[in-house]
T-cell receptor, first 114, second 112 residues
């Protein structure tokens, strides 16, 4: 059981380049999330998808777009990367609707923008 | 809005010492409470959880009790090991099962 997988694990971009971070889960979860983690800032929610076909902005959505491709896959796109987007990005998933359900996290993508 | 507060880190302990990491929350209704652990270079893993008042979550020697009267969910372990060195996050899921809210994390270093 793979859980939540993310690709790539590492990426270096130049300012202005674009890229898509991929996330997939095999636990039949309804909800998926993208976070960024910066030193001293904890986790900040970028976007989430409560269910297939819906997406909503989180705390820090500027500079990002998302696509919920199907129930399994949720991608994060940087259209024009900026040095401020250097961070570690985590995808997570969970069942929807019941407060007792926890989130499951992927291993992260470490992105550097120069 | 809902929020989670954790004690400032880093916390440095000697092996076999007693660990407490404080966590308090602000939320309406009856959220579920979680502790996650993040080892270097990895994603967050669920350590334990509690879904109602007075529940005790436990795993790998760690324990935390859901205290509604003090809105707290403190993490404890009786004897830490070097392998427990990690960042620990307290989190809640709101009463409606929608939003997750994370604390800022507490870095623990255990010295041999």
């Amino acid at each position: 059981n793979a859980g939540v997988t993310q690709t790539p694990k590492f990426q270096v971009l130049k300012t202005g380049q674009s890229m898509t971070l991929q996330c997939a889960q095999d636990m039949n979860h309804n909800s998926m999330y993208w976070y960024r983690q910066d030193p001293g800032m904890g986790l900040r929610l970028i976007y989430y998808s409560a269910s297939e076909g819906t997406t909503d902005k989180g705390e820090v959505p500027n500079g990002y777009n998302v696509s919920r491709l199907n129930k399994r896959e949720f991608s994060l796109r940087l259209e024009s990367a900026a040095p401020s987007q250097t961070s570690v990005y985590f995808c997570a998933s969970s069942y929807r609707g019941a407060q007792s359900y926890e989130q499951y996290f992927g291993p992260g993508t470490r992105l550097t923008v120069t | 809005g809902d929020s989670v507060t954790q004690m400032e880190g880093p916390v440095t302990l000697s092996e076999e010492a007693f660990l407490t990491i404080n966590c308090t929350y602000t939320a309406t209704g009856y959220p579920s409470l979680f502790w996650y652990v993040q080892y270097p270079g990895e994603g967050l893993q669920l350590l334990l959880k509690a879904t109602k008042a007075d529940d005790k979550g436990s795993n790998k020697g760690f324990e935390a009790t859901y205290r509604k009267e003090t809105t707290s969910f403190h993490l404890e372990k009786g004897s830490v090991q070097v392998s427990d060195s990690a960042v620990y996050f307290c989190a809640l899921r709101d009463n409606y099962g929608q939003n997750f809210v994370f604390g800022p994390g507490t870095r623990l270093s255990v010295l041999p």
